[in-house]
């Protein structure tokens, strides 16, 4: 499927190859995330799977997700998806799920690839185009399995730099690294417009901008 419009900067989509060198690598890192085999028709699936959508989404470059990995200590080991489960994953299903709590929306996409004849699920994920995604919604797991919550309303996930998981942004480095992102989109777009226009002001503006992210830096650093 494709989202249309001007892409946003990140990994290609979608790459196979790109997901079968991740399988063999074995090891999960910060825009890297393995799941085992999980049926996509149930709810609280999607919205875990939701939530590394979105804290990928705030990641320079995005991010993959694998579904198909089975946790072996200290690793993981490719597994497959069970049949039952392959057909319910597909870009329309979770970029309809994801972007009913994501806040603006996000872009990406789901392929089904064999390896050796063992079928997998992949999942890229665009890096945001223009703002940070917010979680607008939130999600909390059925009664019976402990009404855990999922997603919060009002949070921005990222990435831990600590190990690979999802987690709210709760730090100052966290949050200036997903408005360094931001700022620097800002830039280029207001270049960009400059450019059409005939503007040749890129050098006042790129002395005011660097200022202005240092005055910004400044403020943080007290806090």
Known sequence: MSTGGTAARGVKMPDHQAFIDLI????????????QSMNAQDQLVKAKIARTIMAMANLQDGGRIVIGMKQVMPG???????????????????????????DPFVECEVVQFK???????????REFRDLPVVCKLEFRAPAKQGAELILQRGALYIRS????????????????????????????????????????IEPAVEESL????????????KT
């Open 76 to 102: 993981w080991q490719p597994e497959g998806v069970r049949p039952e489960d392959l057909g319910h994953w597909s870009t329309d299903n979770i970029m309809a799920f994801t972007n009913a709590y994501a």
């Open 210 to 221: 660097r200022a202005a992210k240092k005055k910004f830096d400044d403020e943080l650093k």
């Open 161 to 200: 730099t600590r190990i690979p998981e999802t987690v709210p942004v709760s730090t100052q480095t966290e949050m200036r690294e997903i408005l360094d992102i931001a700022i620097e989109k800002g830039v280029r777009s207001f270049i960009a417009k400059t450019r059409r226009i005939g503007l040749a």
């Open 115 to 125: 390896v050796k004849g063992t079928d997998f699920v992949g999942i890229t994920v």
């Open 24 to 35: 063999e690598q074995g090891a999960e890192g910060r825009s890297l995330e393995f799941k």
